[in-house]
């Protein structure tokens, strides 16, 4: 099957900085990425579905100023974490539909972030 | 509202014992529903889709309009099923997946 990596697997970071975390797909192009986020012994959360060459679409809730999505290119995604406060620390996870797949989501391994 | 329900967090049971993992969806229109499924220190993977009809490592689900329900099931577990199970129906123009809180089947020996 298709893979998807993110780079880093994980980070720790101090209160205020800000952190990119790198989705892509390895083997094909992806139009259309998504970013989720899922706390421990909790269930995956959509925050945002990123389009290649277009604005990301935030779920409801989600900070766009605070959690910025780039698409530039069909292989890869990146989230960036500004200004990371601790209640960021989180796992992160992102997927990759692959069009030849039936469309398919393929999932990478997911970064954890700490925020100190 | 639109969501999908998994009533239950665990589900423990001895090997070869039968497993159904339920599922209830609420939706407009008709959404693609999927099971996806993550074992200890994996990434989350598709194990089936409804629209497919397959058998997937001898799991099967069918999906009951009449009852909004996609009920996963196995007729005899296997200790190497034991992982956490998410249903997610998936909607809109980008198929966006909506996951359910998931279930942690546990398959004893």
């Known amino acids: 099957g298709a893979v998807v990596s993110q780079h880093p697997s994980w980070v720790i970071c101090k209160s205020g900085t800000s952190v990119k975390i790198e989705c892509r797909s390895l083997d094909f192009q992806a139009t259309t990425m998504f970013w989720y986020r899922q706390f421990p012994k909790q269930s995956l959360m959509l925050m945002a579905t990123s389009n290649e060459g277009s604005k990301a679409t935030y779920e409801q809730g989600v900070e766009k100023d605070k959690f910025l999505i780039n698409h530039a290119s069909l292989t890869l995604s990146t989230l960036t974490v500004t200004s990371a406060h601790p209640e960021d620390s989180s796992f992160y996870i992102c997927s990759a539909r692959d069009p030849d797949s039936y469309n398919e989501q393929f999932f990478g391994p997911g970064t954890r972030l700490t925020v100190l | ?109």
């Open chain 2, 1 to 109: 509202a639109q969501r999908v329900t998994q009533p239950e967090k665990l589900l423990s049971v001895f090997k070869g014992a039968p497993v159904e993992l339920k599922c209830n969806y609420s939706y407009s229109g008709s959404p693609e529903l999927f099971w996806y499924v993550q074992y200890s220190r994996q990434r989350l993977q598709l194990l089936l889709r409804h629209i497919s009809r397959e058998s997937i490592k001898g799991f099967t689900a069918d999906l009951n309009k009449g009852e909004t329900s996609f009920h996963l099931k196995k007729p005899f577990a296997q200790e190497e099923d034991s992982a956490m199970y998410y249903c997610a129906p998936s909607t809109g123009a980008n198929s966006k997946l909506t996951f359910g809180k998931g279930i942690t089947l546990s398959v004893r020996p």
